[in-house]
Antibody, heavy 123, light 107 residues
Framework: EVQLVESGGGLVKPGGSLRLSCAAS????????MNWVRQAPGKGLEWVSS????????YYADSVKGLFTISRDNTKNSLFLQMNSLRAEDTAIYYC????????????????WGQGTVVTVSS | DIQMTQSPSTLSASVGDRVTITCRAS??????LAWYQQKPGKAPKLLIY???SLESRVPSRFSGSGSGTEFTLTISSLQPDDFATYYC?????????FGQGTKVEIK
């Protein structure tokens, strides 16, 4: 079964750090661009960051640039998000998501999502 | 950054209704537009990619169309399982943006 499972969320004080992980299974993880998307309580979806299949490219939303770092370990089929200097506005469910490929071409859409991990930034 | 504006924000409809949701982009996207369905407490589910391609195992009552800056998601005959929130998403130049969402409610 194709699956993504996030972990590492929790309660952290403003200014603190957290490292999220996403474990992939059931597909060739190393071939896919992977992403983090978040959703604040009662709000819509916000793309956070993307990393190419071999780590060849990395992109961030302006809201997290310089604060968050995305990485991956293809030997362990894992995706990570290091979050530093956390603020209350970073409180959200964080999803990892796989970019869909069609005929080996990236589509820009996200076809596989994890169940999400909750990050709460509060004193 | 490209801004995505969905309309309406909320839609009240009955089972069997034809439903259309619109997504407008602040600049041309070509066909890099996707649609997702999200139910409370669940992760989003991909419905449509590249404007009009139906994701596998998604019912054919869902369809997408459009180009440039205006795109639509149509549900041809609303079913009880379709009451949810729908998001459009654009991809262009290595930045992704979602619309604010459209909640489809039971009338």
């Amino acid at each position: 079964e194709v699956q993504l499972v996030e972990s590492g969320g929790g309660l952290v004080k403003p200014g603190g750090s957290l490292r999220l992980s996403c474990a992939a299974s059931g597909f060739s993880f190393s071939r896919y661009t992977m992403n983090w998307v978040r959703q604040a309580p009662g709000k819509g979806l916000e793309w956070v960051s993307s990393i190419g299949s071999g780590g060849s490219f990395i992109y961030y939303a302006d809201s997290v640039k310089g604060l968050f770092t995305i990485s991956r370990d293809n030997t362990k089929n894992s995706l990570f998000l290091q979050m530093n200097s956390l603020r209350a506005e970073d409180t959200a469910i964080y999803y990892c998501a796989r970019e869909k490929y069609s005929d080996y071409v990236p589509t820009g859409a996200f076809d596989i999502w994890g169940q999400g991990t909750v990050v709460t930034v509060s004193s | 950054d490209i801004q995505m504006t969905q309309s309406p924000s909320t839609l009240s409809a009955s089972v069997g209704d034809r439903v259309t949701i619109t997504c407008r982009a602040s600049q041309s996207l070509s066909t890099w537009l996707a649609w997702y369905q999200q139910k409370p407490g669940k992760a989003p589910k991909l419905l449509i990619y590249e404007t009009s391609s139906l994701e596998s195992r998604v019912p054919s009552r869902f369809s997408g169309s459009g180009s440039g800056t205006e795109f639509t998601l149509t549900i041809s005959s609303l079913q009880p399982d379709d009451f949810a929130t729908y998001y459009c998403q654009q991809y262009k130049t290595y930045l992704w943006t979602f619309g604010q969402g459209t909640k489809v409610e039971i009338k």
